[in-house]
């Protein structure tokens, strides 16, 4: 059966750090790409980190420098490690993934950063 399970979220302070976990059946992490989106409160769900089966990455702007993606292929996980946490990074992540033209999600784990 395809899924993704995320773990890791959690509270964090501002300017703390994170590390998500998403395992995925073998079926999705064959595919073209992995990755994370976030969605917070009343906004719609976007995309913020991309890595190929080759270990390219991507991301949106607003996570550059500060989040970092990666994928253990012997073990179908892949990562987020987040730095320097702000309050606007509040959003329940969702593991993502491609294959054959079909997107699969996550049901999400929750980040929230405050003090």
């Known amino acids: 059966q395809a899924q993704l399970v995320e773990s890791g979220g959690g509270l964090v302070q501002p300017g703390g750090s994170l590390r998500l976990s998403c395992a995925a059946s073998?079926?999705?992490?064959?595919?073209?790409?992995m990755g994370w989106a976030s969605q917070a409160p009343g906004k719609p769900r976007e995309l913020i980190a991309l890595?190929?089966?080759?270990?390219?990455?991507n991301y949106t702007d607003s996570v550059k420098g500060r989040f970092t993606v990666s994928r253990d292929n012997a073990k179908n996980m892949v990562y987020l490690q987040m730095n320097s946490l702000k309050p606007e990074d509040t959003a329940v992540y969702y593991c993502?993934?491609?294959?054959?033209?079909?997107?699969?999600w996550g049901r999400g784990t929750q980040v929230t950063v405050s003090s």
């Open positions: 890595i190929s089966r080759s270990g390219m990455t």
């Open positions: 993502y993934g491609i294959r054959w033209g079909v997107s699969y």
């Open positions: 073998g079926s999705i992490f064959s595919g073209n790409f």
